[in-house]
């Protein structure tokens, strides 16, 4: 009893045809999902606690504008925190490793 090869000649293009178009999706969603991780509000109440402090996203959200480039007067009129409030976050981030910190997802 021999086994049945399986045929040789077949077409291959829809195959692959079929991979583009999968690897196309998935292209299409990691960017979707990258914008969501990327999107961050510096006004967003949820920064704040209700004592004024910034909560863990509002840290987050002042690093990401100091990844942005932005100045610490820029972050702290975004923000709506003090100067020195500002400051103490950009040591903080310096400190962190600057733009080569591992960034925290935002909620």
């Not at 999902?33 to 967003?44: L, R, S, T, Y």
């Not at 996203?57 to 942005?68: I, K, L, N, P, S």
Request: aromatic share 8%.
């Amino acid at each position: 009893m021999t086994a049945k090869k399986p045929p040789h000649n077949y077409d291959a293009k829809p195959v692959l045809d079929l991979i583009a178009s999968i690897e196309a999706d998935l292209q299409r969603l990691k960017g979707l999902v990258e914008q969501q991780i990327e999107k961050f509000d510096p006004a967003n109440p949820h920064n704040k606690a209700p004592d004024g402090k910034l909560t863990e996203e509002g840290v987050e959200c002042c690093y990401r504008m100091f990844d942005d480039g932005k100045s610490r007067y820029s972050v702290a009129q975004q923000m709506k925190i003090s100067f020195a409030a500002a400051s103490h976050r950009f040591n903080s981030w310096r400190k962190l490793g600057g733009t080569k910190r591992q960034r925290t997802l935002l909620g």
